[in-house]
């Protein structure tokens, strides 16, 4: 046998024995390429629109709000959608693993910006975009610092190279302080929260420290699920507070309509850092106006699809204060509650009989925390 026919039996066998493997490899190296969300991105014209992702936590109206006016602050800079970007809104409904599901989706497709509303989907997506490292904006975080998602308080100009955002503490204190106010003989306040969540702990702590000021005991029960909200009322008022504060907590934001209910029932009112809480029969509220937090953060988002570095824009609070008053609890429960002799200037928003009145206040209340 010749030299020649040796080398093409030994190049046969060669092909026969490692072809299909080296085929194999080619063909998942491609499609490795072509699944990567970078190289799918940079395909994409340089005039297609860019494709965004908001992630809601839970349909309440205070986050509803936030998305609203995301969507109203990215719509003031240019990026409209169907225009010159492509939304894509999620909704984890209240349930974590499906957050932590959607995130996983999202950091896997080729989002150019993801835009987060509240807490858990904050914490989800910073998990899951670790390696990733897509663009991220938060927004409607009462404390993203103990969300464990690489922020840290004595390092507050640090944070993940490719996430921005925004604080929005609510004014727990002033809340209190109103509620003595309106009720000087106040001596015991309820409160459902959700331990699993870092935002509710954040708040609670500020009640805690707040209530030990004033002299108030705050009696507090704990809830898993918005399953559980009713029945931590209900135990509430059996220990006989008189009122309940509802601070933010997602959990029981999801069955406020019960949590208010349950304490109407029992002859108590229900004062709140959020807003939505007083068109559902809360007798006060003051907290961030959160459809102008989700406006700011629709903003950010607006910035870094310009071509901002996210890692160049800091995290700041941002919480524009809002009062509303509900006049028809105000009369349930007068005997014990009043109003302050200015609080309906100060009011943006008023609930009588005819219904919810947007108005504007004769003075802004500050946004600090």
């Known amino acids: 046998m010749s030299q020649s026919v040796q080398s093409r039996s030994v190049t046969g066998n060669f092909v026969r024995h490692f072809g299909v493997g080296l085929a194999l490899i080619v063909a998942a190296s491609a499609a490795l390429l072509f699944s990567d ?3 799918r991105r940079e395909q994409r014209a340089a005039d297609a629109p860019k494709k965004v992702a908001i992630i809601n936590y839970v349909s309440v ?10 969507i109203a602050g990215m719509k003031e800079h240019g990026f409209v959608d169907g225009t010159n970007i492509s939304l894509t809104r999620y909704n984890a409904e209240g349930d974590r693993s499906t957050a932590i ?48 998602v690489g922020l840290f308080r004595d390092k507050v100009p640090q944070h993940p190279p490719y ?15 109103m509620a003595r106010e309106s009720n000087p003989n106040l001596k015991k306040v309820g409160v459902v929260w ?6 509710s702990e954040a708040s609670t702590k500020l009640a805690r420290a707040i209530c030990q000021k004033l002299k108030i005991d705050l ?37 406020h309509d019960t949590l208010i ?18 068109k559902d029969g809360a007798l006060f509220s003051v907290g961030p106006d959160y459809y102008e937090v989700g406006r700011g953060g629709g903003q950010l988002a607006a910035r870094i699809l310009k071509g901002a570095d996210p890692a160049s ?42 219904g919810p009145h947007q108005q504007q206040p004769a003075a802004s209340a500050t946004s600090k925390p």
């Open 101 to 148: 599901m959607i995130a996983k989706e999202v950091v896997g497709g080729d989002f150019d910006l993801i835009v987060t509303i509240s807490t858990p989907v904050l914490q989800a997506v910073a998990t899951a975009n670790v390696e990733t490292r897509r663009p991220h904006v938060f927004t409607l975080s009462t404390d993203p610092w103990a969300a464990g």
């Open 163 to 177: 996430m921005t955002g925004q604080q929005s503490l609510p004014p727990v204190a002033r809340l209190f302080e």
């Open 219 to 255: 009696v507090e029960m704990t809830v898993d699920s918005s399953s559980g909200v009713q029945e931590a009322a209900r135990a509430l008022i059996s220990r006989e507070v008189e009122a309940i504060w509802a601070g933010g907590d997602a959990t029981v934001a999801a069955a």
């Open 37 to 39: 969300p970078r190289w």
């Open 313 to 354: 824009i800091p995290v700041e609070n941002f919480a524009p204060e809002v009062l509303a008053l509900n006049l028809i609890a105000r009369d349930l429960f007068k005997t014990k509650w009043k109003f302050g002799a200015d609080w309906a200037k100060r009011a943006s928003l008023i609930v009588d009989d005819k």
């Open 261 to 278: 209910g349950t304490a109407r029932e029992g002859g108590i009112p229900v004062f709140s850092n959020m807003l939505g809480n007083v």
């Open 61 to 70: 109206p205070t986050l509803e709000d936030g998305e609203a006016g995301v």
């Open 194 to 199: 959700n331990p699993a969540e870092s935002n």
